[in-house]
């Protein structure tokens, strides 16, 4: 799938995205490394939708260029199911994963081990799906096994099945568009322990947040959108949490703007 | 109590057991009731010459309503599928007349399922009125085209078709009184097809497409399953059963007239339900289905052998259905598989509750 010769996974050169008259990405340019987790934060409003539609096919950009680990994106002919091509994988916050449907069917729905005549290969998934969940994200007791269905595990877990899936499929980035909006503490806790499986995967991720607080810990660089453009772009050495915060803060509250 | 623990989980992994208990206390009741029929073979190979049609209908159904849709306009295709046989085989007097019936009557059934499919999967017309209107129009195209009249097969019980698809196989069960009883063989062509949609249903592509269509649309579409595609592919199907069916039917009672299949809507429904597919999609249980047209037809030639009224037969149906379908959802959606779950609930205790998945809803820009 690669070609090895980038050192980028994703690269984004003057993207832009009209909705009409209306500017909704303004010159976005990004670069994600090949094992680089990267937070993209922004508020509501900032562009962030945006983005992840361009990343994943769902929209096209006016204009621009898309790198996936060096190969030039054809964005006319570019689509949802394409992106698997390129190796885009992303984890929705809640349309990951077929709820009444067991572990071992989720992992392999879409792309699945075939026998002939489209027969799936059961027995073969299963024993991928039990290797993934061992081994690739680490998934530990309570009794799930490959033949629990999904509405037996907790918010976390769901996002943990759906990150090892896309690790296991071979993914170039891996797009975490707010995994975490609908879950409680300690469910996010899980969330960010399966996102450095990604990192110690040598896998690229990019994590879109509104909370800084849920991709400090696992970032290595932050991107802050604001208003469809890029405001900052820090890495993790650069700053801390305070200084992010307050960073943030002065472009949520139109601080920014009054200085100038 | 781990054995017994170990046998639930055993049991758990046996679909549609549940239901087929109940098609057994059912026979119990009749064999109790009325020995003098029940102990013999010939009701039971009546049962499987009536019950045939309705079970390779209600498998169709039961993929239909797995993907979470609907197909009221299968009695149509019966009858339409039964009137292109009988014209086939009536103009084309020749040894392949009834075979080249057979095949245009699943064409048509392919037809009006991938206009169903058409309508309902790329126009986006809920599924309850495009087959509803669908039913209409297409009893009334078969009343057309048949000029409201029905036709006899005459001499079709001489015809190899005959023999493969409604004959008997004898020599199985014993004779009665000197009277051979013969199995009938559409049994046999409805097990086969139970057999198959099984495999296609649980072990194929195309039928875990349509659990994942069933159980959310927007997450086989990410996932990279051609929705629109399979939905138009699963109505061809149940178009393609339903002409099956209506031909067996034909073939069975060697006339054919255009309301036949109107009384077909309900208990076919009832079968699928009975045997614990869900309606709300996701899951679809092909043995439960198998089990649950044995209910659905044995009921009334079981409730009238056993002396009482022919008035009673609706009522015990209703009864039966609702305690198949309750028992179906005490023990989690037709299986045991949350029966064991359950159990832990009573008993032991178990890890947090897990979070309810949030509303689909577009996260924010």
């Known amino acids: 799938m690669s070609n090895g010769s980038s050192e980028y996974a994703l690269q984004m050169v003057h993207i832009e995205k009209y909705f009409g008259l209306v500017c909704a ?15 993209l934060i922004g508020d509501n409003g900032a562009g962030k939708s945006t983005f992840v539609k361009i990343l994943t096919g769902v929209h096209r950009p006016t204009s621009g260029e898309l790198y996936v680990a060096g190969r030039k994106v054809d964005l006319r002919t570019y689509s949802v199911r394409r992106a698997h091509g390129y190796g885009i994988e992303t984890v929705y916050q809640d349309k990951s994963l077929g709820e009444k449907q067991v572990l071992w069917r989720n992992f392999f729905i879409g792309r699945q081990i ?12 299963k024993a991928v799906a039990q290797e993934i969940m061992m081994n690739t994200i680490g998934f530990r007791g309570r009794g799930i096994t490959v033949d629990s269905k999904v ?36 469910e996010v806790n899980k969330v960010i322990n399966f ?14 947040s509104h ?50 | 109590m781990t054995q017994l623990r170990t046998l639930i989980r055993f049991l758990s992994r046996i679909e549609g057991l549940a239901v087929a208990g109940v098609l057994a206390l059912l026979y119990v009741v009749f064999i109790t009731t009325s020995p003098e029929v029940f102990l013999k073979p010939r009701i039971y190979t009546s049962f499987m010459q009536t019950i045939s049609p309705q079970l390779i209908l209600a498998l169709g159904l039961t ?51 991938y206009i169903n499919g058409v309508l309902v999967a790329i126009i986006g017309v809920p599924s309850i009125m495009a087959t509803l209107a669908a039913q209409f129009f297409w009893y009334g195209v078969t009343v057309l085209v048949a000029d409201g009249k029905s036709i006899a097969l005459t001499g079709i019980r001489e015809e190899p078709i005959y023999d493969l698809f409604v004959g008997r196989i004898h020599g199985i069960l014993p004779d009665q009184r000197g009277v051979p009883v013969g199995i009938p063989t559409q049994a046999v062509w409805a097990l086969g097809l139970t057999i198959l949609l099984w495999l296609i249903l649980n072990r194929h592509k195309f039928g875990e497409a349509v659990m994942f269509i069933g159980d959310n649309a927007n997450v086989a579409r990410v996932m990279g399953i051609n929705v629109e595609a399979t939905k138009i592919r699963l109505f061809m199907m149940m178009g393609v059963i339903a002409a099956f069916a209506g031909v067996l039917l034909t073939l069975d009672i060697n006339v054919f007239f255009p309301t036949q299949g109107e009384g077909y809507l309900l208990p076919v429904m009832a079968a699928v339900f009975i045997g614990g597919t869900s309606f709300a999609g996701g899951v679809g249980i092909i043995v439960g289905t198998f089990f649950g047209a044995y209910i659905i037809g044995s009921l009334e030639a079981g409730v009238v052998a056993s002396g009482i009224s022919g008035y009673w037969v609706q009522l015990v149906k209703g009864i039966v259905m609702g305690a198949s379908v309750v028992i179906n959802i005490l023990i989690g959606q037709g299986r045991m598989a949350a029966f064991n779950e359950r159990m832990r609930h009573w008993g032991l205790p178990i890890g947090g509750p897990s979070i309810a998945a949030p509303p689909p809803t577009d996260s924010p820009t």
Request: proline share 2%.
């Open chain 1, 114 to 125: 075939t026998l002939p005549f489209g027969f799936i290969n059961v027995k073969k998934e």
């Open chain 2, 63 to 113: 993929f239909v309503i797995t993907a979470g849709e609907i197909d009221l306009s299968f009695p149509a295709v019966v009858a339409l599928a039964g009137f292109v046989f009988v014209w086939s085989y009536q103009n084309f007097d020749m040894w392949w007349g009834p075979w080249a019936g057979l095949a245009l009557a699943m064409l048509v059934g392919a037809g009006v399922g």
């Open chain 1, 195 to 208: 996102v450095h499986k990604i990192k110690e995967g040598g896998k690229a991720c990019v994590y879109i």
């Open chain 1, 211 to 260: 909370s800084i607080a849920d991709v400090y810990e696992v970032s290595d660089r932050f991107i802050i959108m604001d208003r469809g453009e890029i405001v900052g772009d820090i890495k993790k050495e650069d700053t801390s949490l305070k200084d992010l915060d307050a960073f943030l803060l002065e472009y949520s509250h139109g601080l920014r703007d009054q200085k100038e």
């Open chain 1, 151 to 186: 509405n037996k595990l907790s918010g976390g877990e769901r996002q943990g099945v759906a990150i090892g899936r896309a690790m296991h499929f071979e993914a170039e980035l891996i797009v975490l568009d707010e995994p975490t909006v609908a879950l409680s503490l300690k």
């Open chain 1, 25 to 39: 990405l303004k010159d976005i340019n990004i670069q994600v490394g090949r094992n680089e987790i990267v937070g």
